[in-house]
Structures are given as C-alpha cells and as structure tokens.
T-cell receptor, first 112, second 109 residues
Framework: EAGVTQSPTHLIKTRGQQATLRCSPI?????VYWYQQALGLGLQFLLW???????NRGNFPPRFSGRQFPNYSSELNVNALELEDSALYLC???????????FGQGTRLTVV | KNEVEQSPQNLTAQEGEFITINCSYS?????LHWLQQHPGGGIVSLFM???GKKKHGRLIATINIQEKHSSLHITASHPRDSAVYIC???????????FGTGTRLTIIP
C-alpha cells in the first residue's frame, strides 16, 4: 500500500513568488495535515483538512493557504514568498479524529 | 515554557546500550505520539498512545497521564537507531499536533 506522497521533493523559488506543494494521502484517509519545519526549529502545525474542509489552522499568516480536493489530496499554497519560508514542509494523513497520522517524506522549499 | 518538553536534547551512546528519552507536557491531551525523523527529513510514526505501554520490536513507549510524562526506550541500541526522536501531543477535539523540539540520538558502533 502506498504511503503519503508529496511532490515535489525539492522546490526553489525566488522571494515574492508563489509556491504550490502537493500531498496525496494514504488511500482511505480523509484527513490531511500540513506542518512546517524551519531550519533549526521544531515542527509547527500549519493546517488541517478533513472531508474537504479546513478544520484548524496554526499561527501562520494568510499567505499560507490550501485546499483539499474531492479525492482527499491536498495542496498547500504559499504566496509572496519570504526568505524565512525556507523550510521542510511535511504532510500527514489519517482516517480521522483521534487516529494515528502517517507522514510523507516532505517537500524542501528554498526561497532565494 | 513550551507545552511539550523533551530531554535530553542530544544523546550519544554506545551500540547495545539501553536508551531512554523523556517527554513532559503541560496540557490535557487525547494522545501522545512518538515520531522518528531520519536525516533528509522523512518522519515515521513510532507510537500513538493514550495510556499504559506499547512495545514494537526493540522500542517501548510508556505514558503516565497523571504525571503528564512519557518515555521512549530503545533496548540493544544499534547505529541505525541514530535519528531525531520527536514527542508530540494532540488535544481533545483538536487534531493539530504540538511537537517537542526533539532528541538527537547518535549510536556509536
């Protein structure tokens, strides 16, 4: 069974541009979570999608947004990129509330 | 003060040693997770527990809800166990995970 897959694995963007990161959850999982791990910092919760709806959001500016599609895959969009947005972005999926989450390998975003 | 505290931050041990990593949290939780992050960033979920003890191979995780404390033990440690181990907690009706800062474990052959 395929795990959580994220694309691309690496992404280089220029300050001010927009980045789009993609996540495909494990088959049967309806919840998708996004996390940011900036260099030297711990993991920070970004967004939680369940059944196509945004359920919770971390302490990030509105430049960070996303959506979940009918097939439960998800996109994370980061607008007006800043140098500090350079980080590893991890996606996780689960079958829903209170169940174990499984992580993808991440997308490393570099803003230059 | 962080909601989730881990200790130690760094741990170096000889192959074969018994390893203990501790996690304390200050909020009510529905579950506690132990994660393993290898160089390159990939994260593997090791355990999710809300009470008692779980064992998987050489890994054992325990949690004491009253004391708001969990431990991850590795028996007969091996160099391939070298990784960052992260404790995370999830709240009631709130699926976001709050993470500890991680423990970097290095096992020397």
């Amino acid at each position: 069974e395929a795990g959580v897959t994220q694309s691309p694995t690496h992404l280089i963007k220029t300050r001010g541009q927009q980045a789009t990161l993609r996540c495909s959850p494990i088959s049967g999982h309806t919840s998708v979570y996004w996390y940011q791990q900036a260099l030297g910092l711990g993991l920070q919760f970004l967004l939680w999608y369940d059944e196509g709806e945004e359920r919770n959001r971390g302490n990030f500016p509105p430049r960070f947004s996303g959506r979940q599609f009918p097939n439960y895959s998800s996109e994370l969009n980061v607008n007006a990129l800043e140098l500090e947005d350079s980080a590893l972005y991890l996606c996780a999926s689960s079958t829903g509330s209170g169940t174990e989450a499984f992580f993808g390998q991440g997308t490393r975003l570099t803003v230059v | 003060k962080n909601e989730v505290e881990q200790s130690p931050q760094n741990l170096t041990a000889q192959e074969g040693e018994f390893i203990t990593i501790n996690c304390s949290y200050s909020v009510g939780i529905s579950a506690l997770h132990w994660l393993q992050q290898h160089p390159g960033g990939g994260i593997v979920s090791l355990f999710m527990l809300s009470s008692g003890k779980k064992k998987h191979g050489r890994l054992i995780a325990t949690i004491n809800i009253q004391e708001k404390h969990s431990s991850l033990h590795i028996t007969a440690s091996h160099p391939r166990d070298s990784a960052v181990y992260i404790c995370a907690v999830s709240g009631f009706g709130n699926e976001k995970l709050t993470f500890g800062t991680g423990t970097r474990l290095t096992i020397i052959p």
